[in-house]
């Protein structure tokens, strides 16, 4: 029998049982679309965890100062310019970003009172700022201790959204770098509850400049040397930016701890980001670095590991039950071809008698298992897909604003699709399996003489 014919002749079996097929094929769409909205929606969260939450970097590892201590008989490591030229002579690194705390208490005063009213103007002109929002800025008065750092401007070069990013001329403002997660957790919270305008890429330029305060404090009182004001302005938002205060051009951070703290403090690091050319480099790497005696900081990687391992065994459980539902519809499907075959027993053994092998019968039972589920399967995958496009619109829409809401919840892998399909075929031919048998076992002579 040729393949056309084969095929021809199986859908005219499924055509005949099609009441049956159709009732065991609710289980097959039930179980595969719940298989696609959970898998999609893990794979959405662990993207959310990955991109925003915890973002890392595959070729790039964060080296830290060894601290000495009891365990550690070779005493401490400082990241020093010695230490950098080190870092970029090792194999496989093809660049090295130091990074600087600023080594000097600083303060920052938020009066909207002192925002020039072209600022505001301008602001007000922005699509989604309402007028309330507007007031709220020219009311606020926000004094708070900054915590600073500075970072290698060739790291945040993507970043940068208005003006560059290094030492400024004289005169002009020092620009600076927000935490895209501290942003986050600021739209989410402070600004919604306080009517403030949310921070975003397109708001970024028409932020004012503030004053920062240099060797000031509102912890500690009367620190010895002179306070220095400095203008500072926000030029862009980074992953890459202390998550608790703001990130400027590391040659600012060095010059100011020259000038507050010694020269000491200009010449020590608190990190450097290493980048490696290749995966495959990064053991390699990794071992020059703890021989260099320096410690790798992974302590990101763990956090996001461990969330990502939560989403996975959540949506592992949820997997499980769509597979159990699969599963149950392969029984059931294997129930129905049990009965499919005492109804057509006359015909395969017919079928015997005319020619037609044990591999033959066991073929056609199994086609129409495969035909089945591979039409339950597509209308799962079909199902599954519509109600993530649903749910994720509901909570776009329906949701209220919180820390990292993502735009998208759910994450479709390139496999999902297929797999879904593969998964209904894989069991209904499972749930054939048995029937097959017993029909490729049916005495023709039996059957046909009204004894079987």
């Not at 989604?128 to 929002?133: D, F, H, L």
């Not at 200009?266 to 021989?291: F, P, T, W």
């Not at 069991?427 to 054939?432: H, Q």
Request: aromatic content about 8%.
């Amino acid at each position: 029998m040729t393949f056309k014919k084969f095929r021809r002749f199986t859908v005219q079996n499924i055509r005949r049982n099609r009441k049956n097929f159709i009732f065991s094929g609710f289980g097959i769409i039930a179980g595969v679309s719940s298989f696609i909205f959970f898998v999609a929606l893990g794979n959405g969260i662990k993207r959310v965890v990955a991109r925003e939450i915890f973002p890392l970097e595959a070729n790039r590892i964060q080296v830290v100062p060894r601290l000495a201590g009891f365990d550690i008989p070779a005493g401490s490591r400082e990241i020093t310019a010695e230490a950098l030229g080190r870092f970029s002579t090792i194999p496989g690194v093809a660049a090295v970003y130091p990074r600087m705390k600023l080594a000097v208490p600083a303060t920052m005063a938020l009066e909207g009172q002192r925002f020039p009213d072209e600022d505001l103007a301008r602001i007000a002109r922005l699509p989604g700022i309402s007028p309330e929002m507007v007031e709220s800025v020219r009311k606020l008065d926000l004094w708070m201790e900054i915590m600073a750092d500075g970072i290698d401007p060739r790291l945040t070069k993507s970043d940068i959204l208005f003006g560059p990013f290094q030492k400024p001329a004289a005169g002009e403002p020092i620009p600076i770098l927000i935490s895209r997660q501290l942003i986050e957790i600021y739209n989410a919270s402070f600004a919604k509850a306080r009517l403030l305008p949310p921070v975003s890429d397109i708001l970024v330029p028409y932020v004012p400049a503030v004053t920062l305060t240099l060797n000031d404090s509102y912890v500690v009182r009367d620190l010895a040397g002179l306070k220095e004001h400095v203008r500072v302005k926000l030029v862009g938002l980074s992953h890459h930016a202390l998550l608790g205060g703001v990130t400027m051009p590391l040659d600012v951070v060095r010059e100011i701890n020259r000038r507050f703290a010694g020269p000491k403090a200009a010449e020590i690091y608190d990190s450097a980001l290493l980048e490696v050319v290749a995966s495959d480099k990064l053991s390699s790497v990794q071992m020059a670095i703890k021989d260099l005696g320096f410690k790798i900081d992974e302590s990101q990687k763990r956090m996001a590991e461990s969330v990502g391992l939560a989403v996975t065994l959540v949506t592992l459980g949820f997997t499980l039950i769509s597979l159990v539902m699969v599963g149950v519809a392969a029984v059931n499907i294997g129930h129905i071809f049990f009965m499919i075959i005492y109804e057509r027993q006359r015909e395969i053994g017919l079928l015997r008698a005319l020619g037609a092998s044990k591999r033959d019968i066991r073929s056609m039972i199994h086609g129409e298992a495969a035909l089945v589920g591979t039409a339950g399967g597509a209308v799962g995958v079909a199902v599954g897909t519509a109600a993530c496009i649903l749910v994720n619109w509901i909570a776009v829409k329906l949701l209220p604003q919180f820390p990292f809401k993502p735009h998208q919840f759910f994450a479709f892998p390139v496999w999902i699709f297929a797999g879904g399909i593969a998964l209904a075929v894989a069991f209904c031919l499972v749930g054939a399996f048995a029937p097959a048998n017993r029909a490729a076992r049916l005495d023709p002579a039996s059957v046909l003489s009204g004894r079987g």
